[in-house]
C-alpha cells in the first residue's frame, strides 16, 4: 500500500475544513495524511521528513502522535460515512470530527528514512463518538500503538 | 513569564541531543521548545506558528500532543538533575529521558496567535521512571491537559 493508491477521506472535506496541518490537503507547509480503507482497517501512509527527527536516525515522538491523531478523525469519519451508506469519491461531504483524547504508547524507537503506515481499527462508541487504536508500523514491525476518541464536530465549534 | 526568560535543561543537552524536532536547539526547523522551573513545577512557552492549523484560528492537536510530550521529558529531566543535586546553568549535563506514554485530553478548541504555556506537576514513579501531568494554558484558561510517562534513556537506546 502506498499513499497514491489510498481514497482518501480528506480529500472530501470542504475546503474550510481542509487546512488542517496534519491531514488539511491544502495545508502548504503540513503533512498531508491521507486516510483510506483498508478492508475493514483504516490506513495512513507517510514517510516523516529529514528534520522529523528526536535523535539523528529517528522520528520524533510528536510526529507520531500526530499521526495518530490524525489518523485517528479521519479513520472516524470514514466508518461513519459508511455506515451512512457512503465510500471517498461519492460527491457526498463526509462528517468531520475532532479529537476529544489520544495516547501514544511508544514501544521502541521509530526509524527514519521508511515509510510510516498507521493502521486503525475502529470501534463504534456511541452514534457520535468513536474510538480507533491504531498500530504504527515500519518494515512488518510496530514501534508504536495509539488510541483516539473522536467526536463528531458540534455545531458550535466555531462560535 | 516568556520564553527567553526560561534557564532552559534543553540548552544543557549534548549536541548530539539538541537535534530534537520539539525541543532541540540544533534543529533548525523545530519548535525549540524550551523547559524551566516556575518554582516547584515547570514551564514551556510557545507561541504556535500560523500554519500550525487545526481550522482557522486553532491550533492543530499534533502541535498539543508535540509540546506535552517534550515539555514532559524536559521536566522530567530537570527533576532528576535537581535530585542529582544540579540546575540548568551548573554546567553538568543533565539526564536525558525517552517517552514511553503520551496521553492528552483536549478539553476545547486551543486559540491560534497567542502565548501558550505549558506547566507540568512532575511526580518521580521510580528512579528512573517519572510522570508529568500538564496543563496547557492560553490567557489564563486551560485548554487541554496531557500527561507522558518518561523513562531515563537506556544505554542501548543508538545500538
Request: glycine content about 10%.
Amino acid at each position: 500500500m502506498v499513499d497514491k493508491e489510498i481514497k482518501a477521506i480528506q480529500d472530501e472535506y470542504p475546503e474550510d475544513f481542509a487546512l488542517c496541518y496534519g491531514c488539511g490537503r491544502l495545508n502548504k507547509d503540513g503533512h498531508k495524511f491521507r486516510t483510506g480503507w483498508l478492508g475493514e482497517q483504516t490506513v495512513t501512509v507517510y514517510t516523516p521528513r529529514p528534520e522529523h527527527t528526536a535523535i539523528p536516525g529517528f522520528v520524533y515522538g510528536g510526529l507520531i502522535a500526530s499521526l495518530v491523531d490524525c489518523h485517528g478523525t479521519g479513520s472516524a469519519s470514514l466508518a461513519m460515512h459508511r455506515k451512512n451508506g457512503y465510500e471517498p469519491g461519492d460527491g457526498v461531504a463526509p462528517p468531520r470530527f475532532v479529537t476529544a483524547s489520544v495516547h501514544v504508547d511508544f514501544y521502541k524507537p521509530t526509524p527514519q528514512h521508511v515509510a510510516l503506515q498507521a493502521i486503525g481499527t475502529i470501534e463504534e462508541v456511541h452514534p457520535k463518538r468513536w474510538k480507533i487504536v491504531t498500530e504504527v508500523v515500519a518494515n512488518d514491525t510496530v514501534y508504536a500503538k495509539g488510541e483516539v476518541v473522536a467526536v463528531t464536530m458540534p455545531d458550535t465549534f466555531l462560535t
